[in-house]
């Protein structure tokens, strides 16, 4: 079945303690990218990636950090999160053309305290 | 002004009637245009994508494309409780590689 898919779901962490979010496709997407949700805003890009070992900065970079070391894998990563990183975060995939779906996973809700 | 701009809602219509989704963009470099459909906390999924100015048509659902008036729009026909959720519209921006979303239209359709 083709996916992708995020952990973990559901994460409540304390400021400044590092975290993970990883993203995992199985479509051989070149594609990948990061977003954050929150109310009234609707989802804002935070990295994208073309393709292996290149990434670059969305919308809303600051206090992100990604990797994309395999095709498949594109972790998100929090050296030090504040509550203002407080949100809900997906990960996507599509092929590299204009029209391409982007197939979503599932979500993970965050909440730093 | 936002890239993507959609009015928030909640856009309220009883079953069985057409839901009309609107959506404007600003950039005319935009080349591709999505409809994904939010069901609260879950994640997003494609309803529609057009390219091209005009209509597309598949079931219940209909895409308008005007690149003119840098408008897209969304019509869902025979409207269902189980169409309740929040439209997201989304422009692919070729030149930036990136997939612009809009804040969302939150859709209830009421019995």
């Known amino acids: 079945e083709a996916q992708v898919t995020q952990n973990p779901r559901y994460l409540i962490t304390v400021t400044g303690k590092k975290l993970t979010v990883t993203c995992s496709q199985n479509?051989?997407?070149?594609?990948m990218s990061w977003y954050r949700q929150d109310p009234g805003l609707g989802l804002r890009q935070i990295y994208y990636?073309?393709?292996?070992?290149?990434?670059d900065k969305g919308d809303v970079p600051e206090g992100y950090k990604v990797s994309r070391k395999e095709k498949r894998n594109f972790p998100l990563i929090l050296e030090s999160p504040s509550p203002n990183q407080t949100s809900l975060y997906f990960c996507?995939?599509?092929?590299?053309?204009?029209?391409?779906?982007?197939?979503f996973g599932q979500g993970t809700r965050l909440t730093v305290v | 002004q936002k890239e993507v701009e959609q009015n928030s809602g909640p856009l309220s219509v009883p079953e069985g009637a057409i839901a009309s989704l609107n959506c404007t963009y600003s950039?005319?470099?935009?080349?591709?245009f999505f409809w994904y459909r939010q069901y609260s906390g879950k994640s997003p999924e494609l309803i529609m994508s057009?390219?091209?100015?005009g209509d597309k048509e598949d079931g219940r659902f209909t895409a308008q494309l005007n690149k003119a008036s840098q408008y897209v729009s969304l019509l869902i026909r025979d409207s269902q409780p189980s169409d309740s959720a929040t439209y997201l519209c989304?422009?692919?921006?070729?030149?930036?590689?990136?997939?612009?979303f809009g804040a969302g239209t939150r859709l209830a359709v009421h019995p």
């Open positions: 996507a995939s599509s092929q590299l053309l204009p029209g391409s779906e982007a197939f």
């Open positions: 479509m051989n997407h070149e594609y």
């Open positions: 990636s073309m393709n292996v070992e290149v990434t």
């Open positions: 950039d005319r470099g935009s080349q591709s």
């Open positions: 057009i390219y091209s100015n």
């Open positions: 989304a422009g692919w921006r070729g030149g930036y590689n990136k997939l612009i």
